[in-house]
């Protein structure tokens, strides 16, 4: 879809399929480089591989991917040469909401910045009356920077993050507005570590925020959703917040125009058998995909899964996923994060031997990172990006 390019620094990037803690040992190679790596939430002996590649690996970041039904475990590594710099945030977004819990009072105490704007005297009013409702449903209200980052020139970055990582984002890209960011949703480890999330840095575990290295170079990026377009582009002439409520046309009825392109290609409507999204274009070219939640054929208002506002003007376009998902490959010397589909059942894992292939592997139930120049989040099942530095 898009490409950034200047490969300049040394990469040595390798998936391990099926492996075990010997194996890995006798394979993997001892240096003090930053380093990257992924274990499968379903690799067996976890606990074993650890400190393999913490002895191997003193100077690194890590965290879990997914493997999917049917698909061996993985170990992923990746080390770069001095150029990187490793760094950690803690900034992270709002917690899930705990629907039919009780809220004991102290635990309110410490509420979020943007949780608090319009509840003041008179600032309600003065929001509606600036920004309007926009302005209402806004996030951050002051900007937020990464303190290890202060005074760091980086042209780059590689993130490991945890399951909302919109904070650290926005932070990225007011600090480093024109860099390029890959990154990868880490998956969630309640039933593996007892945590939320588990970030590691050096020994060190973390429970949310975000782990990552800065490059003072900039890597050649691919980035592709995998979608196919099923109407032609349009203008957005009414939106609110996540909310597409008409667009430029015959027929300003967005929910309509979807649930005619998909009669045309022999379905009944919006189902939640099949994913559909929303693509946004800037110069012709899509640049995010969004998935579409539901839609009211009446009034036309259509949810979209998606943080940022929509807006007036922006070109839109309709699109879905003709073909089955397949897990990439990993590419030499290729760092490449893939987003699956969310599941509920376990599936039975595949088997085989111990082996090692060049390239970086991880794949994500919660997406995976990119930016052109703003950071977004890909959730499209089957969307790849890739990243060589």
């Known amino acids: ?69 049917g698909h061996e475990p993985t ?64 996030g951050e209200a002051r900007e937020q920077r990464i303190a290890e980052l202060e005074g760091v020139t980086a042209e780059s970055f590689l993130l490991l993050t945890d399951g909302r990582p919109t904070p650290v984002l926005k932070a990225l890209d007011a600090m480093y507005p024109a860099a390029s960011k890959v990154g990868i949703l880490t998956a969630a480890t309640p039933f593996i570590t007892n945590r939320p999330y588990t970030l590691l840095h050096n020994g060190n575990i973390f429970p949310s925020g975000s782990l990552g ?24 002439s009414g939106a609110q917040g996540n909310m597409l409520l008409s667009i430029e046309g015959t027929n300003s009825n967005p929910t309509q125009v979807l649930i005619a392109a998909i009669q045309k290609r022999g379905g009944s409507g919006i189902t939640k058998e099949e994913d ?58 290729t760092i490449t994060f893939s987003a699956l589909g969310r599941s509920d059942e376990e599936g039975e894992l595949g088997t085989g031997s111990p082996r090692v292939v060049d390239g970086f592997l991880g794949l994500s139930e919660g997406g995976f990172i990119y930016s052109n120049p703003i950071s977004s989040i890909c959730t499209a099942p089957g969307a790849v990006v890739t990243a060589s530095w």
Request: without cysteine; neutral net charge; glycine residues 6%.
């Open 1 to 69: 879809m898009f490409k950034t390019s200047i490969r300049a620094i040394r990469t040595r990037a390798q998936t391990f399929f099926s492996p075990t803690p010997e194996y890995v040992s006798s394979h993997l190679a001892k240096t003090t480089d930053p380093s990257i790596f992924l274990l499968s939430t379903s690799l067996q002996h976890l606990s074993q591989h650890l400190p393999v590649i913490q002895n191997h690996l003193p100077n690194s970041i890590g965290s879990f991917s997914i493997t999917p039904p």
């Open 276 to 333: 559909f999204y929303l693509g946004i274009l800037e110069n012709g070219e899509v640049q995010q995909v969004v998935k579409i939640l539901s839609g009211d054929p009446s009034r036309g208002a259509m949810s979209l899964d998606m943080e940022d506002s929509l807006l007036a003007g922006q070109t839109i376009q309709f699109m879905h996923r003709e073909t089955a998902v397949s897990s990439p490959q990993p590419k030499p010397d």
């Open 213 to 236: 290295l800065a490059f003072k170079s900039r890597p050649k990026v691919n980035l592709n959703f995998g979608l196919t377009p099923m109407t032609e582009p349009a203008v957005i």
């Open 75 to 138: 170990l992923s590594i990746a080390t770069f040469s001095d150029d990187a710099r490793i760094f950690r945030s803690d900034l992270t977004g709002r917690p899930p909401a705990e629907v039919g819990r009780f809220q004991r009072p102290s635990s309110q105490r410490s509420q979020r910045e943007e949780d608090l704007k319009g509840t003041g005297q008179g600032q309600a009013e003065a929001l509606l009356a600036g920004e309007g409702w926009a302005g209402m449903w806004k």
